[in-house]
């Protein structure tokens, strides 16, 4: 197996790789446009923040493995991974704790306005006056949009600071609110409109593209702070610059709309970075982090040689609930799934899914093959004669 690194990781990442019998080249410096180039022959490919176009995918015939060394995925082209059967992973969960411990140091330095007063101090200005005017967060409402690991990570943390904590999430229900201790909002606009806190632990999707837009902020409480920590496409840059101006909103971000993809870069941002706490997407740039996804990645790989299926799938279609179950108890041996696949052929009925079972003593099976159409009654009872087909039983999903 040839496994590319586009990113960095660890030492110990690269050696636990290589012990796996793979040849592991590392070219950490690529960017999207080189990649193309580069993937080769590659069958597994590692990337943290380069992007992985339709070109890159289209140029590495061997590659059947996507492995992003972080949460999202929206820097790889998952549709075409998909149309060319290629698994696209992640690593969820290994950098929480490191995203959580920014959101709320951006959360205390935009309370405390730190950036500014630490560039006027390295100007060589005491403005002490200035500065020592903030509201305090000791009981105010924190606001999270998104509870999963990172949002209740975050959330955590604000509670544990003495704020009340409200929150809002796809899956979140008022009975699980109320076991979090947590108060329940039902949309993102009624959050805004309560929290004197908001932060935003979404993924980036079609559907939460601009969900922080010019409605969402004039909802907000005038004078209250926003954090976003997660993915810069969901929020509108331009409603939230005027809002600052017409509401007073204090802000921290460490992710923007069109922000630069590699490591150093110009940014264009300025006017907006001049009046917010900013940092250049590092939430997850821990040590910790990274010693955790790179230790995650080297489990995704294993596994995957083990089974052929890796953890943490992202483009693998759910089941559906709609089709045919054919369960076929079986005498285990050569061939005789195979004329049973071939007649469903012959009927143009697509297999969607199969699961093979083999009792304990090796002689007999369970499979249960998922078709998309309904055979007919006559090549079930076809299928039935054959003695080395225990029993077969067709039902509907």
């Not at 410096?29 to 380069?50: H, Y």
């Not at 007063?117 to 006056?129: H, S």
């Amino acid at each position: 197996m040839k496994i590319l690194i586009a990113d960095k990781l660890s030492d110990q990442a690269v050696s636990d790789l290589g012990a796996l019998g793979a040849e592991v080249v590392m070219q950490p410096d690529l960017t999207a446009d080189d990649l193309p180039n580069a993937v080769g022959d590659a069958e597994v490919l590692v990337v943290r923040s380069t992007k992985v176009t339709t070109a890159t995918i289209e140029a590495a015939p061997r590659l059947s493995l996507i492995i992003r060394a972080g949460a999202g995925v929206n820097t790889i082209d998952v549709e075409k991974a998909s149309a060319e059967g290629v698994y696209v992973t992640n690593c969820p969960g290994k950098n929480c704790d490191a995203v959580a411990e920014l959101a709320i140091g951006l959360m205390i330095a935009a309370d405390r306005r730190i950036v500014d007063a630490a560039a006027t101090l390295r100007a060589g200005k005491w403005q002490k006056k200035k500065f020592q005017k903030s509201r305090g967060l000791l009981g105010r409402t924190f606001g999270v949009i998104g509870l999963g690991k990172i949002g209740l990570a975050t959330a955590r943390r604000a509670a544990a600071l003495g704020m009340a904590v409200i929150a809002t999430s796809r899956s979140l229900t008022p009975e699980k609110a109320e076991e979090l201790g947590f108060e329940y909002a039902a949309t993102p606009e009624q959050l805004a409109a309560k929290a004197d806190v908001v932060s935003v632990h979404l993924a980036a999707t079609p559907e939460t593209k601009h969900l922080v837009n010019a409605k969402f902020l004039a909802a907000m409480k005038d004078g209250a702070i926003f954090i976003n920590a997660s993915r810069g496409e969901i929020v509108d840059s331009a409603a939230l610059a005027a809002a600052i101006e017409s509401k007073n909103l204090r802000v921290g971000l460490d992710v923007y709309e069109n922000e630069p993809t590699t490591g150093e870069a110009d940014f264009g941002q300025t006017e907006l970075a001049g009046k917010i706490a900013c940092t250049p997407h590092i939430g997850a740039s821990t040590d910790q982090a990274a010693e955790a996804i790179a230790a995650e990645v080297v489990r995704i790989v294993r596994l995957y040689q083990e089974t052929g299926t890796p953890p943490n799938a992202v483009n693998v279609r759910k089941s559906s609930d709609e089709g045919f179950n054919l369960i076929v108890r079986h005498f285990n041996r050569v061939g005789v799934l195979a004329g049973v696949l071939d007649r469903l052929r012959n009927e143009d009925i697509n297999i969607e899914e199969v699961q093979n079972t083999i009792f304990q003593t090796g002689q007999a099976a369970c499979c249960t093959l998922v078709l998309d159409n309904r055979p007919a009654d006559s090549v079930v009872a076809e299928l039935a004669r054959n003695s080395d087909i225990i029993d077969i039983e067709l039902k509907e999903k």
